[in-house]
């Protein structure tokens, strides 16, 4: 195969334009082109309203292909080097129990199904509930409040990314080729297969709902078992090295019913998620290496998608190119980052609590993201510095004053505010041009009695620039809600770099987002191959009768 890249096209281009482009960057007839396999897809809009795509392929052709490539003379045509990726060969230390994970988000998933497809047949247990339980207990939390803290917008199959834009953005550096496989695996679980070659990439939550299906039916068609309502409680270690862990699983629907288990482990992944915080305050209380970190919140802001089409395209109907996206930074004079995350084309501002008396929110769009609203949260970072106590958990005890906060200015549900009140410190009485969009009751409020003064001040100053990068972002009717406290997780798991276990516990492998080793969908899936793969490399797969 040969590698070309940078084959820019008008985005009404045909097939035929593109093998013809192609043909003549490499100096070959378009008729020796045997095949054409899209690698990447990116949209130039530096000359909008006049748009391009660009393009990296692989070419398959008639002919010597060193020969092709040196005639051609440019760095944008070479060989292909890219292996595909694979798992190690099995190690040889005996595993008595087969692999436990906690959590079966983004993390644990791809750790199970790496080690299911190595044989090891991995036990799953999951907190919340399978996809189509969990989708309704979500729906009856959004109609009447009625919440359940086992089984929600954060817990459950697919973790809180099931609940999301899914996006597949990821900074990961990646020579392994993982990140490559996890879009490829997500493409046959039922995604759109544009996503292996497109430049943001999204599922859409209404899609992950059947692709976290069809990956946990790989997972058990290969011996692997997932069990759902099974929440990790404790943990029991020999010479410093993990022997037992005791579960608790629900009965039934009712989450005041639970059995109690013991099970043999000596290889677990904890792939909790970011908001397991009775299990942090579980692992908090263990000789397990644990530290507070940065993380950022702040509040989620809507406006019409059609504004941010004509900003981003340089006019209102996206058409086939997809409701558009925008990604904006800003350091404050006092030194404080803020910036976008999350962002949801077409989509919708959810109320994503999962604890009594807390209100905590997201963004989510469908795979077509026909919603008439963009939103993202708009965050500012904060650091152990700004936590109301130190420790371990002072991050966890600052998310939670801010969800009080929340809970107490939307009177249970989500407090909105227009920018312009938010700027003037008034509580907002209606709504403006911009129509919200939301999943889940809300109510009008003072958010700058949500956040600190320091972070209100922060959000304000990024609004201002935000407005001289995207025209009218900084308008009055904007509308703000909150709280975004959930962006990642507020502590960190340290652990070995090439063992891939925790630096305290052998046998314990802190994994993904709520390990602090992930951001998002597609880094916390990688992180979940990459500690599979320890685990494999090390260990023998288990001779074990279920």
């Given at each position: 195969m040969i590698r070309v890249n940078q084959v820019k096209l008008p985005v009404s281009h045909s097939e035929a334009d593109l093998r013809k482009k192609t043909?003549?960057?490499?100096?070959?007839?378009?008729?020796?082109?045997?095949?054409?396999?899209?690698?990447?897809?990116?949209?130039?809009?530096?000359?909008?309203?006049?748009?391009?795509?660009?393009?990296?392929?692989?070419?398959?052709?008639?002919?010597?292909?060193?020969?092709?490539?040196?005639?051609?003379?440019?760095?944008?045509?070479?060989?292909?080097?890219?292996?595909?990726?694979?798992?190690?060969?099995?190690?040889?230390e005996p595993l008595r129990e087969r692999p436990v994970i906690v959590g079966f988000g983004p993390a644990g998933m791809f750790c199970g199904l790496m080690l299911a497809r190595a044989g090891y047949r991995p036990l799953i247990l999951e907190r919340g509930l399978d996809a189509d339980s969990r989708a309704k207990a979500v729906a009856r939390y959004w109609t009447d409040g009625t919440l359940d803290t086992e089984c929600n917008v954060q817990f459950g199959e697919g973790g809180a990314g099931t609940f999301s834009d899914g996006k597949l953005n990821t900074l990961v550096k990646d020579p392994s080729g993982r990140?490559?496989?996890?879009?490829?695996?997500?493409?046959?679980?039922?995604?759109?297969?544009?996503?292996?070659?497109?430049?943001?990439?999204?599922?859409?939550?209404?899609?992950?709902?059947t692709v976290v299906k069809n990956i946990r039916s790989e997972i058990e068609s290969l011996g692997g078992e997932v069990r759902f309502g099974c929440r990790l409680e404790d943990f029991e270690t020999q010479n410093g090295h993990l022997c037992s862990i005791r579960v608790s699983a629900r009965k039934g629907t009712s989450e005041a019913v639970r059995t109690v288990e013991e099970i043999p482990a000596s290889a677990l992944v904890l792939a909790i998620g970011h908001s397991a915080r009775d299990t942090f305050a579980m692992l908090a209380e263990k000789?397990?290496?644990?530290?507070?970190?940065?993380?950022?919140?702040?509040?989620?802001?809507?406006?019409?998608?059609?504004?941010?089409?004509?900003?981003?395209?340089?006019?209102?109907?996206?058409?086939?190119?997809?409701?558009?996206?925008?990604?904006?930074?800003?350091?404050?004079?006092?030194?404080?980052?803020?910036?976008?995350?999350?962002?949801?084309?077409?989509?919708?501002?959810?109320?994503?609590?999962?604890?009594?008396?807390?209100?905590?929110?997201?963004?989510?769009?469908?795979?077509?993201?026909?919603?008439?609203?963009?939103?993202?949260?708009?965050?500012?970072?904060?650091?152990?510095?700004?936590?109301?106590?130190?420790?371990?958990?002072?991050?966890?005890?600052?998310?939670?004053?801010?969800?009080?906060?929340?809970?107490?200015?939307?009177?249970?549900?989500?407090?909105?505010?227009?920018?312009?009140?938010?700027?003037?410190?008034?509580?907002?009485?209606?709504?403006?041009?911009?129509?919200?969009?939301?999943?889940?009751?809300?109510?009008?409020?003072?958010?700058?009695?949500?956040?600190?003064?320091?972070?209100?001040?922060?959000?304000?100053?990024?609004?201002?620039?935000?407005?001289?990068?995207?025209?009218?972002?900084?308008?009055?009717?904007?509308?703000?809600?909150?709280?975004?406290?959930?962006?990642?997780?507020?502590?960190?798991?340290?652990?070995?770099?090439?063992?891939?276990?925790?630096?305290?516990?052998?046998g314990i492998y802190p994994c993904g987002e709520g390990a602090g080793y992930a951001g998002g969908i597609t880094s916390a899936a990688m992180d979940g191959m990459k500690t599979a793969e320890a685990i494999i490399a090390k260990y023998a797969i288990p001779q074990i009768k279920l």
């Open positions: 043909a003549k960057m490499m100096g070959v007839s378009a008729d020796q082109i045997q095949s054409v396999e899209l690698v990447r897809q990116s949209l130039d809009a530096r000359k909008k309203p006049d748009l391009y795509y660009l393009y990296a392929l692989d070419v398959a052709v008639a002919g010597k292909e060193a020969a092709i490539v040196k005639r051609a003379r440019s760095v944008n045509v070479q060989i292909r080097k890219e292996e595909a990726y694979r798992l190690p060969d099995p190690g040889i990140n490559k496989e996890v879009l490829k695996i997500l493409a046959q679980a039922g995604a759109d297969p544009t996503i292996t070659y497109v430049n943001k990439p999204h599922v859409g939550t209404d899609v992950l709902r000789p397990l290496d644990m530290q507070a970190k940065a993380f950022a919140v702040g509040l989620r802001i809507q406006h019409p998608q059609t504004q941010i089409n004509l900003s981003q395209y340089g006019r209102e109907e996206a058409g086939n190119l997809g409701a558009a996206s925008y990604k904006l930074t800003a350091q404050t004079s006092g030194g404080r980052g803020v910036y976008s995350f999350c962002m949801c084309p077409g989509g919708f501002v959810v109320d994503a609590s999962s604890e009594p008396g807390r209100l905590a929110i997201n963004g989510m769009s469908n795979h077509d993201r026909a919603g008439a609203n963009a939103n993202s949260a708009l965050i500012v970072t904060v650091t152990p510095e700004d936590f109301p106590q130190p420790g371990t958990l002072g991050g966890v005890t600052f998310q939670r004053q801010l969800e009080e906060a929340a809970y107490r200015c939307g009177g249970g549900k989500i407090p909105v505010q227009l920018y312009g009140d938010f700027r003037e410190n008034r509580i907002s009485t209606g709504f403006g041009a911009v129509t919200p969009q939301f999943e889940g009751q809300f109510a009008f409020g003072n958010l700058r009695e949500v956040l600190p003064e320091a972070l209100s001040a922060a959000m304000l100053e990024g609004m201002e620039h935000f407005g001289h990068v995207i025209h009218g972002f900084d308008r009055e009717d904007a509308v703000f809600a909150g709280v975004e406290s959930r962006t990642s997780s507020p502590l960190r798991i340290p652990r070995d770099h090439a063992t891939m276990e925790s630096s305290t516990i052998a």
